[in-house]
């Protein structure tokens, strides 16, 4: 029994050595795009906090300040993780699929936050048809990757302009809808602002999801002739 202890103590010992080794090989790129991925966790703890009836207005004003500097952050750390990656030639297959994941995540979660009753702004409502088609336009990218890769048994990732376009509009959105309150104080007509804003990233999304389908049929179209070639 204590042979079998000590066994399990190395096996584990050994396990979080390799654990380890492969977290500090990771580049400095990808460690900030796992911070932001992980950041998506108190961003939606602190708007589930923004209209709860229990707490004083204060503390609400206090969570929605905090979901603003969680957010900036994560907004100000995907510009510099993409910086690192270039600047030091360490773009990796790991960090093309952790990045657009990252800011699939935290659209996703912030859209569906802005329009429930816990984490929406008042006086700021963002339409469900802009969350549908935002929401919409990754839903359809994670099935087209998906199948790009049973079909090719190859990991494609391929971004494109109006992609970060789509993605650059959708982070001014949340961060305007979020900031409303302030903005909207000092600069008149904020609401039509955000409205040509939302509508815009709608429309971006609809066009990056039709672009990622037709670079998509092609991919698969070039595979299949590259394979064919190769019999």
Known sequence: MENHNVTFVARFLTSFRTAKNDIMKLSWANRITILRILLIIPFVSCMLKINDASLSELMRDTMRHISIVIFLFMVISDV???????????????????????????????????????????????PPTVVVLIIGKDLFMT?????????????????????????????????????????????????????????????????????????????????????????
């Not at 952790?98 to 329009?115: F, G």
């Not at 602002?193 to 670079?215: C, D, Q």
């Open 143 to 231: 099935i087209g990757f998906l199948i790009l890769y049973f079909i090719t048994s190859r990991v494609h990732i391929a971004p494109v302009f109006v992609g970060k376009a789509a993605t650059a509009l959708q982070l001014s959105m949340v961060a305007g809808i979020l900031l409303g309150p302030e903005f909207s104080s000092f600069i008149p007509g904020w609401i039509w602002f955000l409205r040509v804003l939302w509508w815009s990233a709608a429309g971006t999304a609809i066009l990056a999801t039709l672009v990622y389908i037709r670079n998509g049929i092609r991919y698969i179209e070039e595979y299949e002739q590259d394979a064919g070639q190769g019999k």
């Open 80 to 126: 510099l993780d993409g910086y690192l990656a270039r600047r030091n030639r360490q773009i990796t297959r790991l960090g093309a699929f952790l990045d657009p994941t990252a800011d699939k995540l935290l659209m996703t979660s912030a859209c569906l936050l802005l329009i429930s009753q816990r984490g929406g702004i008042e006086g700021f409502p963002l």
